[in-house]
């Protein structure tokens, strides 16, 4: 089979291509990129006025399986995905029962491989169980299959812990990547220590308890020569203690999500459960310290944490509400609305975020256009305006704060091996 992608406006960050070009697919390969391809194909898609990009790289998702697929599961978490242009995830392993021994890492590829719109890889536990103990072993998860090994949703309680995951991570070249939250600083909260904390009654929790944290796990990093990612960055002094890491030559990198630079504290007004997360939205100058991360390279990648729960478990009362909210079908929206919309970064810079630089942190030949690379691809109006609808989502969750929200980029179609998994209706 062939496809021929036209007209379209493609931006591959990987090559410094940006530019007004065709795309010849076969068999699912990426056979040719220039001007005015005239060879035949047996199918055509006219992408006048649209970005052809790679498809998009999420570094964090949860998809609930196995254990928790009433919320989410391997199918709907990909069709998710694909409606969002994201071709590539990786999941986390804190499911039911956690993925800390090779055999449900098999399980997850395995069945992704068979069941998935999408390339689904996962990481594996940083200890077994999830319980902070004992260290997983290692080099059998990254032998079946992990591309990291977390233990997201709770942080490596002790030191000692961190520095011994660090050192075995060395040896299997695998990224430690790391949930950094100091519980005690924690202490029962429920939404970022501020004014809106205070103004509706409930605990907050401090933004040291991530940035107390990251230090830790930076610092001894550095000190064992580690290789670590810092998950889901939310916090001004985060930010700088990672950018000081950077500047020292700690192998660091880091994410931070799309919440995180277009939402504030605020959003949690009325007691809004679909804005309760952990690390939790925080306030004006965190967002600014956010977005200059982004600018200036201290924040090496854009992922969701997508984060599916039943309404039953968001329809409560704040403090005991789960924590977490849905991203992948709005990912790139919120990127192009509050990033390149407002000029604060470029449409390539956000692609690159989204794509090749998270591909490289785990190492995935995916996130690039290239000749001969698999055609994994999302082609997008980034001026096209809609209005975010939750009951269209694909997601078997709703758990989104945007909804209502009007953003910028609309995705028309989303392929994978060049293969169409998704088309706008």
Same mark, same amino acid.
């Given at each position: 089979?062939?496809?021929?992608?036209?007209?379209?406006?493609?931006?591959?960050?990987?090559?410094? +291509?940006?530019?007004?070009?065709?795309?010849?697919?076969?068999?699912?390969?990426?056979?040719?990129?220039?001007?005015?391809?005239?060879?035949?194909?047996?199918?055509?898609?006219?992408?006048?006025?649209?970005?052809?990009?790679?498809?998009?790289?999420?570094?964090?998702?949860?998809?609930?399986?196995?254990?928790?697929?009433?919320?989410?599961?391997?199918?709907?978490?990909? !069709?998710?995905?694909?409606?969002?242009?994201?071709?590539?995830?990786?999941? =986390?392993?804190?499911?039911?029962?956690?993925?800390?021994?090779? @055999?449900?890492?098999?399980?997850?590829?395995?069945?992704?491989?068979?069941?998935?719109?999408?390339?689904?890889?996962?990481?594996?536990?940083?200890?077994?169980?999830?319980?902070?103990?004992?260290?997983?072993?290692?080099?059998?998860?990254?032998?079946?299959?992990?591309?990291? %090994?977390?233990?997201?949703?709770?942080?490596?309680?002790?030191?000692?812990?961190?520095?011994?995951?660090?050192?075995?991570?060395?040896?299997?070249? +695998?990224?430690?990547?790391?949930?950094?939250?100091? !519980?005690?600083?924690?202490?029962?909260?429920?939404?970022?220590?501020?004014? =809106?904390?205070?103004?509706?009654?409930?605990?907050?929790?401090?933004?040291?308890?991530?940035?107390? @944290?990251?230090?830790?796990?930076?610092?001894?990093?550095?000190?064992?020569?580690?290789?670590?990612?810092? $998950?889901?960055?939310?916090?001004?002094?985060?930010?700088?203690? %990672?950018?000081?890491?950077? @500047?020292?030559?700690?192998?660091?990198? $880091?994410?931070?999500?799309?919440?995180?630079?277009?939402?504030?504290?605020?959003?949690?007004?009325?007691?809004?459960?679909?804005?309760?997360?952990?690390?939790?939205?925080?306030?004006?100058?965190?967002?600014?310290?956010?977005?200059?991360?982004?600018?200036?390279?201290?924040?090496?990648?854009?992922?969701?944490?997508?984060?599916?729960?039943?309404?039953?478990?968001?329809?409560?009362?704040?403090?005991?509400?789960?924590?977490?909210?849905?991203?992948?079908?709005?990912?790139?929206?919120?990127?192009?609305?509050?990033?390149?919309?407002?000029?604060? !970064?470029?449409?390539?810079? !956000?692609?690159?975020?989204?794509?090749?630089?998270?591909?490289?942190? +785990?190492?995935?030949?995916?996130?690039?256009?290239?000749?001969?690379?698999?055609?994994? %691809?999302? +082609?997008?109006?980034?001026?096209?305006?809609?209005?975010?609808?939750?009951?269209?989502?694909?997601?078997?969750?709703?758990?989104?704060?945007?909804?209502?929200?009007?953003?910028?980029?609309?995705?028309?179609?989303?392929?994978?091996?060049?293969?169409?998994?998704?088309?706008?209706?």
């Amino acid at each position: 089979m062939s496809l021929l992608i036209k007209n379209g406006y493609v931006i591959d960050p990987k090559n410094n +291509i940006s530019d007004n070009l065709d795309i010849l697919i076969e068999n699912g390969v990426i056979k040719e990129i220039s001007k005015d391809i005239e060879k035949s194909a047996d199918e055509v898609i006219d992408a006048d006025g649209m970005v052809v990009a790679p498809g998009l790289v999420d570094l964090h998702v949860h998809f609930r399986e196995p254990g928790y697929e009433y919320k989410e599961d391997i199918v709907t978490g990909s !069709l998710a995905a694909a409606h969002g242009g994201v071709t590539s995830v990786v999941c =986390m392993p804190n499911t039911n029962p956690p993925i800390d021994n090779a @055999a449900l890492v098999k399980f997850v590829t395995g069945k992704s491989k068979n069941e998935a719109k999408i390339n689904v890889y996962t990481t594996g536990c940083i200890t077994k169980g999830l319980k902070g103990a004992e260290l997983s072993e290692i080099g059998e998860l990254k032998e079946a299959g992990a591309v990291g %090994i977390s233990d997201d949703g709770r942080p490596v309680p002790t030191p000692s812990l961190m520095r011994r995951a660090l050192e075995y991570s060395k040896m299997f070249d +695998i990224p430690v990547m790391s949930h950094s939250e100091d !519980l005690d600083l924690v202490d029962s909260g429920s939404m970022n220590e501020g004014y =809106m904390s205070t103004y509706l009654g409930l605990r907050g929790i401090p933004k040291a308890a991530e940035s107390v @944290a990251i230090a830790r796990d930076v610092l001894i990093a550095e000190e064992v020569s580690g290789r670590i990612h810092i $998950c889901h960055v939310s916090t001004k002094n985060s930010i700088d203690v %990672i950018r000081q890491a950077k @500047a020292r030559g700690v192998n660091v990198t $880091c994410e931070t999500a799309p919440h995180y630079f277009s939402l504030t504290e605020r959003a949690v007004d009325g007691f809004n459960t679909n804005a309760k997360m952990n690390p939790p939205l925080r306030d004006d100058d965190d967002v600014k310290a956010v977005i200059e991360g982004l600018k200036d390279g201290t924040i090496d990648a854009i992922a969701t944490d997508h984060a599916p729960h039943h309404i039953d478990e968001k329809n409560i009362e704040f403090d005991l509400a789960a924590n977490g909210i849905i991203g992948l079908e709005t990912s790139l929206s919120v990127g192009i609305t509050y990033l390149v919309k407002t000029g604060e !970064l470029t449409i390539e810079e !956000l692609i690159a975020k989204m794509t090749c630089v998270p591909a490289e942190i +785990i190492k995935i030949d995916k996130g690039t256009l290239g000749v001969g690379k698999s055609a994994d %691809i999302v +082609i997008f109006n980034p001026d096209e305006e809609y209005t975010v609808d939750v009951n269209t989502f694909a997601s078997k969750s709703k758990n989104s704060p945007y909804n209502n929200y009007k953003l910028n980029g609309v995705v028309y179609k989303t392929l994978v091996d060049g293969k169409v998994v998704y088309t706008k209706n």
